[in-house]
């Protein structure tokens, strides 16, 4: 995300660099229309078939921000459209991270008490379920959830108290959870 090359340092736009085989970055480019809109767009993240799941304030979704899906056609253009209710509603939700195997969605989001929470999702019949929240303090805000590969863990910033600005926390998402992730430092 940067608001490079624009006017207005608010409004953000996906751009998107390759590494080469010799560990060289390219220069950033500008992923186009209909990924990056005149609103800003936020926190995007790939899944494992290559789709991109991001925030965006645009007009036409039913809350101030809400979660979107780009598809790569094969001819370079991008097929968007809003991942809808109950992922995106009237609230506030920008970020999301899908688990490898598709079937969950851990969904970043300000709905009701005005602090950004985890809201988990499972994917059933094509349609994501709604399964509560991932266990966390009430009384501060979570960001940037990462789950395991496994999908039995997720990693994610939490601020410790009022005045912190943040650390990370792990929540297990179910009672048998692969205890070797994350990788300890030093490993």
């Not at 926190?43 to 809350?63: H, I, N, Q, T, V």
């Not at 992922?87 to 970043?108: K, N, P, W």
Request: proline share 8%.
């Amino acid at each position: 995300m940067s608001s490079r090359g624009g006017t207005d340092p608010d409004d953000l736009d996906i751009w998107r660099v390759e590494r080469s085989a010799d560990g060289i970055w390219s220069k950033p480019q500008r992923l186009p229309a209909p990924v990056n809109s005149t609103a800003s767009e936020l926190l995007p993240r790939e899944d494992a078939g290559g789709a991109l799941y991001f925030g965006s304030s645009r007009p036409g979704g039913p809350g101030l921000t809400d979660i979107y899906v780009g598809k790569l056609r094969n001819d370079g253009g991008w097929d968007v459209s809003l991942l809808g209710p109950p992922i995106s509603t009237a609230e506030q939700e920008y970020e999301v991270e899908i688990s490898r195997d598709g079937r969950q969605l851990i969904l970043v989001g300000q709905r009701g008490d005005g602090r950004s929470h985890l809201y988990r999702y499972q994917r059933e019949d094509g349609r994501w379920i709604a399964n509560g929240r991932v266990p966390a303090r009430e009384d501060v805000f979570q960001v940037g959830p990462l789950l395991s590969p496994r999908g039995d863990r997720v990693l994610f910033g939490q601020a410790a108290s009022e005045r912190d600005s943040g650390e990370l926390f792990l929540a297990d998402l179910q009672p048998q959870v692969d205890a070797d992730w994350p990788p300890r430092c030093g490993e």
